[in-house]
């Protein structure tokens, strides 16, 4: 009948450490390391917490040893802390008195010790440097677009698989009158990643403008390159945006460049967000010109702007009143956030009747 070979604590730790750097990625002078220090805290409460005590743990065998390290003197006064240069330990190191000894000792149920204490590092090592190496691979993805899986509902939140972590859609990241089935891939916003005991916890969403940046970024090379800078959004989720870009090549059309030939860029966007309405409109610095297109498609007569209050009075022609505003006031607010301005809308007859009379 065939022994079982018996590994030696240390062969058994090495040939771990192979497995674990080959699979797992984690740099074993890290578990090395602390293991070591492991084992340190374990021999210091054995003999009474003393600071002289060291461990070295062989990078090439796993050999493990542990040494008392003392002052040598003629007459140590303190024998857990000096040695006498007349003891026979140090009879051929060679040292005199003021040098520092190193003393091997072993403590007792070392090798019982040392085999515990080194499972229990490597497996929390190996959890830290995962949870770390997720949340650098995650945390460079912030602000950028994601796919998800969809998992499942937990009530109104759904359970997103980001291939590495799970991540939680809650409802108030959900556009309304979105439904998605399991296992549908979706496109999701990375608003933040945060570092936690439990790995990084990642919120992603469906309902943040930068969502709107990303998609545009994907389809429209100008807006990649940067190009064509988008300055501004303003977003209702599930009924609305209002992007305002701008050029920085005189040659290329900003609008033109996201639209894309038969609006397909900008298609390609709006049915990511399933129906989604933009508009794409030119920015200026000049707030008066800005404010009439954020308007757009509403024709403006006039602009009057309160840069100190950050205002504007704005003139339509009467049968474009409506349009200005939108439905439920929807143009106007829109037009208010891609601005900043507060925006007061007023017909021709209304701003003009007066004088008109």
Known sequence: MATEQVLSPGETLIEALKKIEKEKGVDKEIIFKAIEDSLLAACKNEYGKSDNISVVMNRENGEIKVYSNKMVVEEPEDTDLEISIHDPRIKDLGLEIGDEAHIEIIPRNFGRIAAQKAKQVIVQKIREEERKSLYNEYHSKEKSLIYGTVQRYNGGNISVNLGKVDAVLSENEQVPGERFRPTERIKLYIVEVKNTSRGPKITVSRTHKGLVKCLFEAEVDEV??????????????????????????PDVDPVGACVGPGGARVNAVVDELRGEKIDIVKWSDDPAVLIENALSPAKVVSVDVDTENKTALVVVPDYQLSLAIGKSGQNSRLAHLLTGYGIDIKSESEAYGNQIG
């Open 224 to 249: 990649r390159d940067g190009t064509v800078e988008i300055r501004s959004i303003a977003r209702e989720p599930g009924s609305r945006t209002k992007i305002a870009v701008m050029s920085n090549n």
